[in-house]
């Protein structure tokens, strides 16, 4: 009935695309959910907890915690302490959407207030690995002890602990705000192939004013003292008329999957409604092939005007995009307003939901928006309210902390932490805080000795465990 009622609500063919990757669990959880505020709100408390009947937000069941053991306390009630029995009030399936929504952690999984994450900072040791750098943002390295660094100011960099050389001729990138040259990728045929990719603010060449976020690639050819940018090609901008005034929300990180596709987020550029607009680059994560064609199998081609290259929309800020390399599962963490920061696992046509839900408010701590679900809108994972300020995401594959292998690792620049996040599949089963206070986080990413390396505001620190 729902996804009947959903489908007339579809403007566009392809959002059949959309329909389709929802889940059938998502959508009874959605069900759910107002069934849960209907009968249940009133003792558990709104999402799950809060209320004076125990909460169902964590994973202590008093009563047993499988679905049936679930289902069962909801028939039958529990008489002598006041847990009322459904079964004559709610339908079988009824009481199925209501574990689903159960299960999904109600309107989504909030995680634990930042000061009780607990740290495994006294555990490693850090060290500088490369100082004197102005606003590092993107760290990637291409041999045993070297990297290529982004300079938010403009500057690509071959960076190694004893030697540092700057890669010339790289494309102009507009140094304002939140914007700069960003992040660096190589192919995953760097190897044979030599392609280097950058994404940076780009200036419009009518209005000095209106800016962009824009994706190329090249190699870095002559001599390895003296490195030029060479075969330079655009793979992703915007329409001139899309240019936007402001320095906010560039998005911007660079990841591949294994079956030759490239991903990155363009953030709202602070226009917030335009993260709904097919017609708009912002507030959108783009699927592209490596020289920059549309894939035939993107979501939205069939809609007139709309990107071709939209992979998903409803997306804020995305500052952290990453394919894992075991699930192959699209990772990415987004800035929310004040509060709401969010850790998604991001479809093909799936609609994330900003600014039409959040769980973040507007930063006077007015109401942004009174939803935190709709129906045909995504939840996070995960969020973090209050907001740590989410920049830079990579998954741990090294062997000197082998029990954090496949482990999230999400830099942060309000809370100057990186996160550590134990996921399982698309589900988030928990996180630690790795550093702490350190400085604003922009980028992680493991290196091919197996450490940690986080580029703070001057510098990039190495993590390994401690000896
Ligand atoms: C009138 C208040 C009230 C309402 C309404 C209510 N519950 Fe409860 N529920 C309780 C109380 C009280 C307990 C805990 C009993 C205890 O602590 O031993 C409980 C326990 C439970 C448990 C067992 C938790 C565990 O730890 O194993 C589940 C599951 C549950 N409720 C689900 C629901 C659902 C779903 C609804 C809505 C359909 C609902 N409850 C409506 C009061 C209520």
Redesign the pocket.
Known sequence: MTRVLFLTTCLFAACQGAVEQKTEIGLAADRGRA??SD??A???GANLSGG???S?ADS?????GTDDD?RS??NAG?ED????A?GNV?QNDQVSD?VAY?RRGGDGKSTPPTDSVPSVQDQVQIETWADNLEEPWGIHFIGPVTALVTEKTGKLWLVSPDNRVEVKGVPASANVGQGGLLDVAVDPDYATNGWVYLSFAHTSESDPDLLMTKLVRGKIGGASEEPIWTNGQTLFEAKPEHYLKGGRHFGSRITFDKNGYLYFGVGDRGYKDMAQDLTKPNGKIHRIFRDGSIPGDNPFLGIEGAYPSIYSHGNRNPQGTIIHPETQVLWETEHGPKGGDELNAIKSGVNYGWPKISYGRNYDGTVLTPHTALPDMAQPVSQWTPSIAVCGLDVYTGNLFPEWNGHLMAGALAHETVRLIKVEGEAYISEVSLIKDKGRVRDVTTGPDGAIYVALPTKIVRISPKT
């Open positions: 069934i849960y009968y249940c009133s003792c558990h004076q009947a125990p169902m202590n069941w008093e009563y047993g679930i306390v909801i529990i302490v006041g847990m009322p459904f709610l209501l159960i």
